[in-house]
Nanobody, 119 residues
Framework: QVQLVESGGGLVQAGGSLRLSCAAS????????MGWFRQAPGKEREFVGTTSSSGSNTNYADSVKGRFTISRDSAKNTVYLQMTTLKPEDTAIYYC????????????WGQGTQVTVSS
């Protein structure tokens, strides 16, 4: 199994930046694809972006393209979400998740970290 712990959330003004970290523990972390999701109050969880196990391929929701960047450091068992030009609508709890290539769903989730963007 994989255990995930997010950190780096906080309060930031619109137009600012934050970098979220997702520290992973457990066997075969490098073989998992990693995803970032978020959930705002009163809304369903939504997809933010993913990175392949190699880190070579990334995919982002249209709402964050050009502003958010996902990267991973396998040596540190850590995945990052660099967020720039933040908007109030980015306010949400952000979760990282892990998916084994053999699976179609994300089976492992972190506890989440709050990101609040003020206008």
């Amino acid at each position: 199994q994989v255990q995930l712990v997010e950190s780096g959330g906080g309060l930031v003004q619109a137009g600012g930046s934050l970098r979220l970290s997702c520290a992973a523990s457990g066997r075969t972390f490098s073989s998992y694809a990693m995803g970032w999701f978020r959930q705002a109050p009163g809304k369903e969880r939504e997809f933010v972006g993913t990175t392949s196990s190699s880190g070579s391929n990334t995919n982002y929701a249209d709402s964050v393209k050009g502003r958010f960047t996902i990267s991973r450091d396998s040596a540190k068992n850590t995945v990052y979400l660099q967020m720039t030009t933040l908007k109030p609508e980015d306010t949400a709890i952000y979760y990282c998740a892990a998916r084994h290539p053999w699976r179609s769903e994300y089976d492992y989730w972190g506890q989440g970290t709050q990101v609040t963007v003020s206008s």
